[in-house]
């Protein structure tokens, strides 16, 4: 049973840090492609970092210069470093997983993934 454990979150103030991870477990190969995406309420989910089966990294616009995503291939471990937070990055974060194909276009999109977290909320507010 594939299985999603994601670590961190939590309430810091404008320009704090925090760091997410996601650890899968479960799944039958190596090659698998995860990412972080995150949703408020009223809006759709939102890609905001993915790492293909190599590791090689996508990073959406809006968070690139400040977040920063790696993955270790061998234990199947996906971690978000988020610096220099701001309020519009209140939300609630998911990490994904897919082991079927995965596109380098499709990383930061949601219906490219199977396998979904419970989700870690991040509030930024001062």
């Given at each position: ?6 670590v ?6 404008p ?46 616009d ?37 082991d ?23 509030t930024?507010?001062?």
């Open positions: 049973q594939v299985q999603l454990e994601e961190g979150g939590g309430s810091v103030q320009g704090g840090s925090l760091r997410l991870s996601c650890a899968a477990s479960g799944f039958t190969t190596s090659a698998i492609c995860m990412g972080w995406f995150r949703e408020v309420p009223g809006k759709e989910r939102e890609g905001v970092a993915a790492a293909d089966t190599d590791g090689s990294p996508a990073l959406a809006s968070v690139k210069g400040r977040f920063t995503i790696s993955k270790d291939n061998s234990r199947q471990i996906l971690y978000l470093e988020m610096n220099n937070l701001q309020p519009t990055d209140t939300a609630i974060y998911y990490c994904a997983a897919e079927a194909y995965c596109s380098t276009q499709g990383l930061l999109q949601h219906d490219e993934y199977t396998y979904w977290g419970h989700g870690t909320q991040v930024v507010s001062s």
